[in-house]
């Protein structure tokens, strides 16, 4: 069974940093992009970027290009999104997602909240 | 890519069929056929429920459908039932991947 299985809430202050994770099982990691999608509160679907694990090919949304950094571990399958300074405006849910030109699996979803 | 065009809201009785639409630009939907569909109830996760324009996962009910003419993608739901009430956003991916704005689907 494929499961993408995300970090828990983080609750951060403007200025910090944070990385948060998502562990892709039940199914060759390397073998599909895993992409990050956020969701502000109340509002809808926004594609932030995708990685290949096999070979670290990165895209990102020009949106989202150089507000966000997205990696992978190989050695224990899995994805991250990191910020090097957070905003108010960053706070959302963030999910992670098996993606193939669709997004077939979905994580759970991290809620990430930035406020002083 | 700017973000695909859908109605805000659409509603239907149960048992009917409502259509939902996604109008992009001939550089997207009307090029390509990687168009997909997510439903999300309150509070959870996105779920894929149409790829690649018309082609359904495997565990989505055959009441939904997908089609695409021109630079306009729909997604119609027949028999309409309680349960399908939620958000639903289409999707269209060219070098990078674009949402619709969202269509609350209430049922009646």
């Known amino acids: 069974e494929v499961q993408m299985v995300q970090s828990g809430a983080e609750v951060k202050k403007p200025g910090e940093s944070l990385k948060i994770s998502c562990k892709g099982s039940g199914y060759s990691f390397t073998s599909y992009y895993i992409g990050w999608v956020r969701q502000m509160p109340g509002k809808g679907l926004e594609w932030l970027g995708v990685i290949y694990p096999g070979d670290s090919d990165t895209r990102y949304s020009p949106s989202f290009q150089g507000q966000v950094t997205i990696s992978a571990d190989n050695s224990i399958s899995t994805a991250y999104l990191q910020w090097s300074s957070l905003k108010a405006s960053d706070t959302a849910v963030y999910y992670c997602v098996r993606h193939r030109l669709w997004h077939d699996y979905w994580g759970q979803g991290t809620l990430v909240t930035v406020s002083s | ?108």
Not at chain 2, 67 to 88: C, M, P, R
Not at chain 2, 89 to 104: A, H
């Open chain 2, 1 to 108: 890519q700017s973000a695909l065009t859908q109605p805000a809201s659409v509603s239907g009785s149960p048992g009917q069929s409502i259509t939902i639409s996604c109008t992009g630009t001939s550089s997207d939907v009307g090029d390509y056929n990687h168009v997909s569909w997510y439903q999300q109830h309150p509070g959870k996760a996105p779920k894929l429920m149409m790829s690649e324009v018309s082609n359904r996962p495997s565990g989505v009910s055959n009441r939904f459908s997908g089609s695409k003419s021109g630079n306009t993608a729909s997604l119609t739901i027949s028999g309409l039932q309680a349960e399908d009430e939620a958000d639903y956003y289409c999707s269209s991916y060219t070098s990078t991947l674009v949402f619709g704005g969202g269509t609350k689907l209430t049922v009646l």
